[in-house]
């Protein structure tokens, strides 16, 4: 099959890029593709979040009145749960394991089912090559919006380039990422995405 290929300025070439229908073509799935992108933001997530128990925390161990006399229910102590200012009865601990299990093929498989999705989409494009000569800013919007991207963009580049990461990493609606580190959670977030020539013969590569 075959997909839009930009010249240098921006307008679709008569002749596409051939790619991989395995890659490329694949039937949309709804449910796997949502269980990769869950399973890649959960396994992003770290357990730093620590709640103090009644054990833990900052109170004083007598008791806070009588036991009897007062017209209030019985208390031991002012760091019970259902006390203000007390400990959690079920804290948060930074043992706290959120990863989700993904197999390889499933994950294979989800991934070439969202670049089929923007490529019947038409929200994915590929450049023969995308460079800028300094790391200006300047220069990679102007560059940009010649290809007639002016808003969210992803592009995908077979190798890393310093003057792109330079001049790209100050855009907030912008993300210069390799092919091999490509994910699930961007390539659905960007509403645009442009990849070299070279970076989508790397995604065929790690998805066939």
């Not at 992003?44 to 007062?70: D, E, L, S």
């Not at 007390?86 to 670049?115: C, D, T, W």
Request: charged letters at 25%.
């Amino acid at each position: 099959m075959e997909i839009t290929l930009l010249d240098k300025n921006g307008k679709a070439s008569k002749k596409g890029l051939t790619v991989s229908e395995t890659t490329f073509g694949r039937e949309f799935n709804e449910a796997l593709v949502h269980q990769v992108v869950v399973a890649y933001m959960a396994n992003a997530r770290t357990a730093t979040r620590a709640q103090k128990t009644r054990a833990t925390v900052a109170h004083t161990t007598h008791k806070p009145y009588a036991q009897k006399g007062t017209g209030n229910a019985r208390a031991g102590m002012a760091s019970s749960p259902i006390w203000r200012g007390g400990g959690r009865a079920f804290p948060n601990s930074p043992n706290e394991n959120y990863s989700h299990k993904v197999n390889r093929k499933a994950y294979r498989a989800g991934m070439q089912a969202i670049l089929s999705e923007l490529v019947r989409q038409e929200r994915i494009a590929v450049v023969e090559d995308f460079k800028v000569e300094a790391p200006k800013t300047k220069q990679f919007v102007q560059k940009i919006k010649g290809l007639g991207y002016d808003g969210g963009v992803l592009l995908l580049t077979d190798g890393f380039d310093e003057n792109l990461y330079l001049s790209s990493r100050n855009l907030p609606n912008v993300l210069v990422i390799e092919a091999q580190y490509a994910d699930p959670v961007s390539l659905v977030r960007f509403p645009k995405v442009l990849a070299t020539a070279g970076a989508v013969k790397r995604l065929e590569e790690m998805l066939a």
